[in-house]
Every structure is written in structure tokens, then in C-alpha cells.
């Protein structure tokens, strides 16, 4: 099991709620067309670029969880499983780029309806945050696990992943 990784990411999202608590409450921060714009779209994005070889990423993150055991990955797929991570890193982060502009027009084409504006401006802001939690806690430390499996298993000439 790879409790490095699952020490630091429990550990990053519990500091995570913690500041999002102490200052308001939690609800706040849970906007549904926000999660679609970039969960869904950063996974099919990631279909639509890298096709079937995306779904690397589902079998990968329990490799990456587990850590330790065997894996029949060789150096060539941890590579690829590493520039997909990366990959959707990018297109995470272009996701919430584009959730922010989306609740930026929604927000300027309602400035004559002041009740409109909060809710445009969270999805703003909440699609940018989101695509950044994906980014930080999920692609880049998939993306680095796979990149030094990959020089592992090189050097090695054993294949764990």
C-alpha cells in the first residue's frame, strides 16, 4: 500500500476543509454545474485526446494506491501512464479556465439582477478551484508516481509500478 500517498492526500484535503470551515461553511463550496464542467469534462477530454489508452488512469490509480505489489507495467506504460496524468492536469485546469469564463459571462450578461451575480461568480470561481483540487491532489502525484516507476523499472529491469 502506498500510505505516502494516501497519508498526503488525506492530510492535504482534511487541512483543505479545515480552512474552508474556519472561515465559512463548507456547503458553500459544492456547486454541482461546476463539478460537471470539470470532472466530467476534464475525464472526456481526456478520452477525446488520449482514447482508450485514458482508462490507463482507472487501473493506474489503484496501482498507484497500492504501491509495493507487482504489476505486470513495464517501463513504456508507466511512461504513458504518466504523460496521460500530466495530461489531465492540463486539461483540468483548462476546464476550470473555462467553467470561470462561462460563470463570468453568465455573471456580466445579469448585472441588471443583482441576485444573479453571487451565484455566477461562485461557479467562477468554485470551476477554478475544483480543476485545481483535480490538478493538486489527484494528476500531479499520479504523474510523478508513474514518471519515477518508469526509471525505476529502467534501471531495475524489474517491473513494479
Known amino acids: 500500500m502506498n500510505l505516502s500517498a494516501i ?3 488525506i492530510v492535504s484535503v482534511g487541512v483543505i476543509v479545515m480552512g ?4 465559512s461553511s463548507l456547503f458553500i463550496f459544492v456547486d454541482v454545474p461546476a463539478v460537471l464542467i470539470v470532472v466530467i469534462g476534464t475525464s472526456f477530454m481526456l478520452l477525446a485526446t488520449h ?5 490507463v488512469l482507472c487501473s493506474g490509480m489503484g496501482r498507484w494506491l497500492a504501491g509495493g505489489s507487482q504489476s505486470p507495467w513495464g517501463a513504456e506504460e508507466c511512461r504513458k501512464a504518466s504523460d496521460i496524468a500530466k495530461s489531465g492536469g492540463s486539461l483540468a485546469m483548462t476546464m476550470g479556465a473555462l467553467g470561470c469564463l462561462i460563470g463570468l459571462v453568465s455573471m456580466l450578461r445579469s448585472m441588471d439582477d443583482p441576485s444573479t451575480i453571487g451565484p455566477a461568480m461562485a461557479m467562477a470561481l468554485l470551476t477554478t478551484f475544483y480543476a485545481a483540487l483535480l ?13 519515477e516507476a518508469a526509471i525505476e523499472v529502467e534501471a531495475d529491469g524489474v517491473t513494479t509500478a
Open 7 to 9: 497519508i498526503g492526500i
Open 20 to 23: 474552508v470551515m474556519l472561515g
Open 51 to 55: 482514447g482508450k489508452d485514458s482508462l
Open 135 to 147: 490538478n493538486l491532489l489527484f494528476f500531479v502525484p499520479m504523474s510523478r508516481h508513474f514518471a
